[in-house]
Nanobody, 128 residues
Framework: QIQVVESGGGSVETGGSLTLSCRAS?????????MGWFRQVPGKGREGVAI????????YYADSVKGRFTISRDNGENTVYLQMNSLKPEDTAMYYC????????????????????WGRGTQVTVSS
């Protein structure tokens, strides 16, 4: 099982920025993983936001966040980051870090069903 722990949520005004962090267990990280962020609002399913494949640095984004969010990784810290800029009220959600062993195909990376291991979530609230 991959253990992941998120941090960095909070409340900002429209146009503000936040950075989320997700730290994975050391051994699993260095064997290659697909990791990233999903978000969920009450009454809806989890939406894929941004994903990175750790061995190739391939990144994938939801259309709604392209140009505003950036996912990156720090191998030394076994951590994946999500830099969120130009935040909008519609970005308000619980953000979850997800991880899968190895490299998921590009057609699967933004779908929550392909990830087994999840963090507990961190709330992001953007006020208008």
């Amino acid at each position: 099982q991959i253990q992941v722990v998120e941090s960095g949520g909070g409340s900002v005004e429209t146009g503000g920025s936040l950075t989320l962090s997700c730290r994975a267990s050391t051994y699993t990280y260095h064997n290659g993983m697909t990791m990233g962020w999903f978000r969920q609002v009450p009454g809806k399913g989890r939406e894929g936001v941004a994903i990175i494949v750790t061995r190739t640095d391939s990144t994938y984004y939801a259309d709604s966040v392209k140009g505003r969010f950036t996912i990156s990784r720090d191998n030394g810290e076994n951590t994946v980051y999500l830099q969120m800029n130009s935040l909008k009220p519609e970005d308000t959600a619980m953000y979850y870090c997800a991880a899968a062993l190895g490299r998921l195909g590009s057609q699967y990376v933004l779908h929550s069903m392909y990830y087994r291991d999840w963090g507990r979530g961190t709330q992001v609230t953007v006020s208008s």
